[in-house]
């Protein structure tokens, strides 16, 4: 996991996300020690008291590392909530609207990307109404970066259309566990895309996983919902891994995009242009297959639990998906992609206990050894990042006792 430093742009010092450094990977804040080694060893050699100012210096810039790690774990821990929350709960709803003769595979898509007016609060009231940061929406958001955002939205929308197609025929349960494929997938982009260095821990996770996929679908004609027929159910199965290839190409795709941007706040309004252009592909569709005047037919006659209850139930699920994407965003930027796709290989787990508890989806052997290989392979992961950040925490130690110690041989020189 890279070593991370969080911080607003230069221009935005009263961001609420303000640090006076830029968010840096390991690699950046090496070249940047590099850069500051010969101003320090100069500054050093010119008088005590100029060490004296250097001690002043570091003490100030360990408040600061203290404060932006802070903020750091905040941001993590509100984003893997979002994504918790969202991600189980929109699980459940769609299969609670599919249920319920909800049948149209355009409205499970579009209400994926429809709460993207939800997003508009974060972006705009910190500066128009709490005055809290100068940095003003969008300023600096390029051309290419419109671009690309509104490419990688209609990708998203897409990527919604195969979700809603393969869980309209699978348990929850089941697509669940075909989801956590995307990781192989992940992987595999992520050393293309981003240069992911291939580890053991990464190598046991992809081959325990595909494992996992492979068991499942060994089984899956014992695994089928009332009146599926096996064509059908074929059909959601590489639906789910069409949508799981997808968004383990977003996930790389989108980590590299957030290297080069300043802040979280740009992530949001990122992720504002990419939910306009995925609803704008759904509405296109829904508008085609006359998907509108479905959701108003399904919502009076068609769905048995009362129209009251259909609209909650659309409205439910356009909040939980956004929390659900704006969490998956959030943890790519703060980590990276791998780190993100693991998060949500995690979560699984839960979606999977959510389908048997709440519908009472089958849990038989095949899926038992295949949960299992799924969370030995993601806690192989995890050991493998405990141990490579416990490495960097050493050697990070190590190296600033080193420049303790020559800051207090400093006045020696003189």
């Known amino acids: 996991m890279d070593v991370l430093v969080h911080a607003s742009p230069p221009n935005s010092p009263k961001s609420h996300l303000y640090s006076p450094s830029a968010l840096k990977t390991k690699n950046n804040i090496e070249t940047i020690q590099e850069q500051q080694k010969p101003d320090q060893d100069s500054s050093s050699s010119q008088s005590p008291g100029i060490t004296m100012s250097n001690d002043s210096n570091i003490s100030v810039q360990e408040d600061q590392k203290a404060r932006t790690n802070k903020r750091y774990i905040f941001l993590l821990v509100i984003n893997y909530s979002f994504l918790f929350v969202g991600s189980l709960s929109s699980s459940l709803l769609s299969k609670f609207y599919f249920n319920h003769q909800g049948s149209s595979r355009w409205v499970s ?183 509108f005047s479905e959701m108003k037919r399904e919502s009076q006659v068609k769905f048995d639990k009362g129209e009251r209850v259909y609209w909650i139930t659309v409205f439910a699920n356009v909040v939980t998906w956004q929390l659900c994407f704006m969490g998956t965003a959030g943890m790519v930027f703060l980590t990276s992609s791998l780190t993100g796709g693991i998060c949500m290989t995690a979560l699984l787990a839960m979606n999977v206990l959510g389908g048997v508890v709440v519908y009472g989806d089958e849990f038989g052997g095949v899926k038992v050894v295949s949960t299992v290989l799924c969370g030995w392979g993601f806690c192989s992961y995890v050991h493998g990042l405990y141990l490579k950040v416990k490495e960097e925490k050493e050697m990070e130690n190590k190296n600033h006792g080193m420049e303790m110690a020559h800051h207090a041989v400093a006045p020696n020189n003189v």
Request: proline share 4%.
């Open 109 to 291: 898509t579009w209400v994926q990307s429809a709460g993207f007016p939800l997003l508009l609060f974060p972006i705009y009231l910190p500066f128009y109404v709490f005055k809290c940061t100068d940095r003003r929406p969008f300023s600096l958001f390029t051309p290419k970066l419109l671009i690309l955002s509104i490419f990688i939205g209609l990708m998203l929308g897409l990527n919604n259309l195969l979700f809603s197609w393969g869980n309209s025929y699978l348990p929850v349960s089941t697509s669940s566990l075909l989801l956590s494929s995307q990781l192989v997938f992940n992987l595999i982009l992520s050393v293309i895309i981003v240069k992911q260095k291939i580890t053991f821990q990464n190598f046991n996770c992809v081959i325990l996983l595909t494992l996992s996929s492979v068991l499942l679908a060994l089984g899956s004609s014992h695994d089928k919902s009332q009146g599926l027929t096996r064509a059908k159910y074929f059909l959601g199965f590489l639906s789910t891994i069409g949508a799981g290839l997808l968004f383990a190409l977003y996930l790389p795709v989108m980590e590299k995009i957030y290297r080069r941007i300043y802040c979280y706040e740009m992530v949001v309004e990122m992720q504002l242009v990419m939910e306009i252009a995925a609803t704008a592909l759904a509405t296109m569709g829904m508008a085609s297959a006359g998907g």
